[in-house]
């Protein structure tokens, strides 16, 4: 009776994770969908472009994202022992990793039109991109610090009020956009751009509004998250050789949906389009299992910092049944309704459209099932992240997304003539076979530390009974 009762114990707990991040999950991927819909309004020919803008953009961002992630298990371990001056130096040395990626990622945003010609991408195509790159890229290190102000929040238990905030930017994106697209109360209409330029003014409206909140707050007053922001070497290199191999883990999958998208432009603007629609689908149901993999990702770094392996495995396998419950509906409801959703993206009533819509449709029915592969290889990460375990799952996931994922997709693609549906098969099939290996190493890594917990306590107690009987040995002789 006392397994079950703390397994539910553990996935309540894990709930109350989840659910504030899910709305901090929801905000970040609504600047995409809202961004994509809004750019619908002008036309196919800038929903192409604009697909390849937010998809590059948000690429690199979610590689930066990554680096930084590498501070939020040693946050939450640090939690779990109470090591409260531990948390405040990571936040620091979180805020120089920010500064050490940011300039060189603008620099490069700022030149990716040259990058993006070479592909083969049309060249109006690009020209069009490149004025969202290059309004957006302003906001990269205000998106970045709001992500690790997040992970400290969530490490210690305080999510709620830093979604609340980013779900107010919500209604402020769709404002701003509307202004700076089509140019109302005065301003200029700057189509493309003026989305880009909306994106960065809501990120620094939510970062400066998260970093308000924990300087003050008093949920946050006895961390003083801003008290010790000195450079501290050792931490700074702990956080980047934690981090390293997730953000190279981010930008390997991430790297496939912009090779895909690459692939698509190449065969034609209108199968770009198509699968940007379902890109965003799949970002926007990846909301989900997203927030579902960082609440565990904490909770396992809090089992971990209070020496409970058993709790660290409770904590990871609850996470993985909350995934696949929430997962399948969203499958099922992403199959049976595809072209209902395709139309949300674009006026079906529109002949330009039509043909996008038609494309659209097959794509998201193989997109229902990669995103139950997917959402679950997030979880499990998440798992593996929380006991600090980066390398080895970034090699399993490249080997079997690029050797056999998009390999299988290639073919598939151009040698069957499966068009863009081949390349979602492929990349379905090495996703699924990455996922259960996943799982399978944290099953393994979880039970060894267990094992070695268990064996430590029998030892200590070994010796404590052996301190006990010695007294009385002496005594006899």
């Not at 953000?247 to 895909?260: C, P, R, V």
């Not at 996008?356 to 499990?380: D, M």
């Not at 006991?387 to 050797?403: A, G």
Request: charged share 10%; with cysteine.
């Amino acid at each position: 009776m006392r397994s079950p009762s703390k397994f539910i114990s553990e996935v309540r707990a894990t709930l109350q994770l989840a659910v504030p991040l899910g709305g901090i999950q929801l905000a970040e991927a609504s600047v995409s969908f809202i961004n994509t819909v809004m750019i619908g309004f002008l036309g196919i020919e800038f929903l192409a472009a604009g697909a390849l803008g937010i998809i590059t953009f948000y690429t690199l961002i979610f590689i930066c994202m990554g680096i930084v992630e590498g501070a939020s298990p040693l946050a939450a371990e640090a939690f779990g022992m109470g090591k409260i001056d531990r948390i405040r130096q990571l936040f620091a040395q979180g805020l120089w990793l920010i500064a050490a990626l940011c300039l060189p990622i603008m620099f490069l945003v700022w030149h990716l039109d040259s990058i993006l010609l070479l592909s083969g991408q049309q060249e109006n195509t690009v020209l069009l991109s490149s004025t969202y790159l290059r309004a957006i890229m302003w906001g990269f290190p205000a998106a970045i610090g709001f992500f690790v102000i997040k992970e400290v929040a969530t490490a210690i238990n305080r999510p709620q009020i830093i979604s609340a905030i980013a779900l107010s930017s919500i209604p402020l994106n769709i404002l701003i956009n509307y202004l700076l697209i089509f140019g109302k109360l005065g301003l200029p209409p700057l189509g493309l751009a003026g989305i880009g330029w909306a994106g960065t003014f809501v990120y620094w409206v939510n970062f400066l509004a998260a970093a308000a909140i924990i300087a003050f707050h008093p949920w946050f007053k006895e961390y003083k998250l801003f008290a010790a922001l000195q450079f501290n070497r050792d931490i700074f290199a702990q956080l980047w050789q934690n981090g390293w191999p997730l953000g190279l883990e981010y930008a390997s999958t991430l790297f496939l949906f912009t090779l895909i998208a690459l692939l698509s432009g190449y065969m034609g603007t209108t199968l770009l389009a198509a699968n940007e629609i379902v890109v965003q689908i799949i970002e926007v149901s990846l909301i989900v299992p997203t927030a579902i993999s960082y609440a565990t990702m904490t909770r396992v770094g809090q089992m971990i910092g209070q020496n409970d392996p058993g709790g660290a495995k409770r904590a990871g396998f609850a996470a993985i049944a909350i995934g696949i419950a929430a997962i399948s509906l969203m499958s099922v409801t992403l199959c049976l309704f595809p072209e209902q959703i395709a139309t949300i993206y674009l006026d079906a009533s529109n002949s330009d459209n039509v043909l996008a819509i038609t494309s659209a449709i097959p794509l998201l029915r193989i997109a229902s099932l990669f995103l139950i592969a997917f959402g679950l290889n997030l979880i499990t990460l998440g798992t593996l992240l929380g006991i600090q375990d980066t390398r080895l799952p970034l090699l399993i996931n490249i080997l079997f997304q690029w050797c056999i994922g998009m390999t299988s997709g290639y073919l598939l693609c151009f040698y069957f003539n499966w068009g863009s549906i081949g390349l979602w098969s492929g990349l379905t099939i090495g996703t699924t076979l990455a996922t259960l290996f996943l799982i399978y190493r944290f099953y393994l890594s979880i039970s060894e530390m267990i094992e070695s917990s268990e064996n430590e306590e029998k030892l200590d107690r070994s010796k404590s009974a052996n301190e006990d009987q010695t007294p009385g040995l002496k005594l006899v002789s």
